[in-house]
C-alpha cells in the first residue's frame, strides 16, 4: 500500500516487457520502486533497511538500495528526471545473495 508503482520487465504490465521477455532468460535482480509520499519516504526507506546495503555499485554480491534522487539522477532538474522515469520516491533495489526470505522482511520492515 506505500508503493506507488514497480519498474521491473518481469511485470507484464512493464512497458519493455516483451521485449525482455524476448531478449532475456529470466528478468534479473534488479528492480526499482516509487514509494507514496516521496523523498521523504523514499529517505525514511533508506534509513529503515537492516539487511540491504544503502550504496551505489554493482560490483558486489551484496544486496543494495539506492535513491536515484541522491546518486545517479543527482544533476538533474525536475523536467530531466520525470523523462527518465525518476520520482522523488524512487528506489533502486539490486538483489544480492542473501537469503530470499530475510530480504523480503527487511522490505517489509523498512516499509513499514
Do not use: C, W
Not at 519493455?16 to 531478449?23: G, S
Amino acid at each position: 500500500s506505500k508503493v506507488e508503482r514497480v519498474h521491473y520487465p518481469g511485470l507484464k504490465s512493464h512497458a519493455d516487457h516483451a521485449l525482455a521477455k524476448k531478449q532475456m532468460r529470466g528478468f534479473g535482480s534488479m528492480l526499482a520502486f516509487d514509494l507514496k509520499g516521496g523523498v521523504s519516504a523514499a529517505r525514511r526507506f533508506g534509513d529503515r533497511v537492516q539487511l540491504f546495503l544503502l550504496a551505489v555499485s554493482l560490483g558486489g554480491v551484496e544486496s543494495l538500495v539506492a535513491l536515484p534522487l541522491y546518486t545517479s539522477h543527482y544533476n538533474m532538474n525536475a523536467e530531466e528526471l520525470k523523462r527518465a522515469g525518476v520520482s522523488p520516491g524512487t528506489i533502486r533495489v539490486s538483489i544480492g545473495v542473501e537469503d530470499a526470505e530475510d530480504l523480503i522482511a527487511d522490505l517489509k520492515q523498512a516499509l513499514g
